[in-house]
């Protein structure tokens, strides 16, 4: 580093305002440097080794350090950095970009993607087609928006309002008018007498009530993670993704699959709404498409829509950086290194069920209250000393844990009472065992 940590600190402290953080405890602690990365492992402000098990914000997929991606970056912009793709021009790149998606997509009537630069963005431009489509197709009165509690779709007004944490819509008054929440499906914390499957069918039927009452006329697109991320990890109970679309069906909504972090592999597939067979009309992907190591978001239309679109004429929609030339050029490379390393496959027969084989030994642990994830993802729930009955919302166990953690040498998530583990996907079973005997300390020491 040019600075020394304390030169970099004070400057921190004095211009830069970090996301989600509390700072005037970080001002008093010090920020955390990270200096470097190198596969699944970063070294820090004191040369310490840590081992990434969030990768990053659940993106850097291939690890840190890829050869591949930093050689097509190089060599994407000393032809051409960044031309847009307004009016009538664009780059190779988003358009092999595109046609890649087209072929990953779980159907051929998914076949169009308009690209941004983040998740919340690529979930603002599907907004805005549903209501485009919505109008064009003589609904003008379908405008609402169904998502879930529990569900994170990014930060700007109108994803914040499709978020249901309140963490993050009651700092600003939100969420907007016409955004509505349907209960998720997240059991562990739900108290009930019901088990998991039973609790999703709950929800369902809470859902169509909701949707009953705002009147299915006035609703034009629902919106769900397959698997919710920021919200706790929570895996959806059998039968409910599948009654949530069938529920969309009956009521003439939208369903749009929000795979920000569930696209590009974490789940041992390319994406789960193909699996799951849950037929989305869009999906919205990020992070995962270049690892992390430029922006990119990307909204995947179906025909139906955006043909209806196309017909009408002139498409009021895009940014600047729309299908940026050299983060379409890192994406395809990242696609090359997934496949040609055959790491989706491998996270799908060999280090996703090692992962949750490890995963679940932590039921037996005092400290946890559950233990769940799928492939390469996972929450632990934390307990207190006096066992679940005792737990307090604001206790923030997962948040203290995963400061303990960090002593221990692994990066995981502390969100409320549970962390939230998603390592890249390259993770080695000798690594998986590495970040879960650090989070094994890191919970002996809690109490
Ligand atoms: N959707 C989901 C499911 C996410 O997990 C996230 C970010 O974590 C977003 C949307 C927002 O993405 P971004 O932070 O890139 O705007």
């Known amino acids: ?34 200096q470097s990365g190198e596969g699944c492992f970063l070294i820090d402000q004191n040369n310490h080794r840590l081992l990434d098990g969030l990768a990053g914000l659940w ?9 591949e991606i930093i050689e097509a970056v190089n060599q994407q912009m000393q032809k051409l950095a960044y031309y847009p793709s307004f009016f009538n021009t664009a780059t190779e790149s988003a358009i092999q970009l595109a046609n890649r998606i087209a072929q990953l997509a779980p159907t051929p009537r998914l076949k169009h993607t308009i690209f941004s ?45 499709m978020t249901g944490l309140a963490s993050c819509l009651d700092p600003f008054g939100l969420p907007l008018a016409g955004f509505i929440h349907a209960p998720g499906p997240y059991h562990y914390l739900a108290n009930t007498p019901l088990d998991p499957e039973a609790y999703g069918q709950w929800c369902l039927e809470e859902t169509e009530k909701i949707i009953l009452k705002e009147n299915p006329e006035t609703i034009a697109a629902c919106f769900a993670e397959p698997i919710q991320g920021a919200g706790g990890v929570i895996v959806p109970p059998p039968g409910y993704l599948k009654g949530l679309r069938e529920l969309c069906r009956k009521y003439d909504i939208l369903f749009i699959a929000d795979e920000v972090i569930t696209a590009f592999g974490r789940m041992g597939c390319w994406f789960l709404s193909k699996i799951w ?16 190591y430029l922006p990119l978001g990307a909204t995947l239309v179906s025909d139906e829509i955006i043909n209806l679109i196309y ?16 983060s379409c050029a890192a994406a395809l490379a990242n696609l090359d290194v997934l496949d040609k390393e055959k790491i989706i496959p491998r996270v799908e027969q060999e280090t996703g069920p090692y992962f949750q084989k490890r995963l679940s030994e932590f039921t037996e642990h005092k400290a946890i209250g559950e233990a769940r994830g799928y ?26 844990v995963a400061a303990l953690a960090r002593e221990e040498g692994v990066i995981v998530r502390g969100i409320r009472n549970l962390v939230a583990i998603a390592p890249p996907l390259i993770i080695s079973k000798e690594e998986i065992d590495y970040l879960f005997d650090g989070v094994k300390r890191a919970l002996n020491r809690l109490y």
Do not use: W
């Open 1 to 34: 580093m040019s600075l020394n940590i304390v030169e970099l600190q004070k400057l921190d402290q004095s211009n830069y305002i970090h996301p989600f953080t509390d700072h005037l405890p970080m001002h008093q602690m010090g920020t955390h440097l990270i």
């Open 375 to 400: 492939g390469l993802i996972a929450a632990l729930e934390i307990i207190p000393k006096e066992g679940k009955a005792a737990l307090s919302p604001t206790a923030n166990l997962g948040v203290k």
């Open 59 to 67: 993106c850097v997929n291939v690890g840190y350090g890829c050869k």
């Open 117 to 161: 630069e983040s998740g919340s963005e690529a979930n603002e431009t599907a907004l805005k087609i549903i209501l485009n489509y919505q109008r064009l197709r003589g609904h003008p009165k379908k405008t609402k928006i169904l998502t879930r509690t529990f569900a994170y779709h990014g930060v700007t007004l109108a994803t914040t309002s």
């Open 311 to 326: 017909r009408n004429g002139y498409f009021a929609h895009g940014y600047t950086y729309s299908g940026h030339t050299t």
């Open 277 to 292: 067979n849950l037929d989305p009309d869009m999906i919205t992907m990020a992070k995962g498409i270049t690892s992390g």
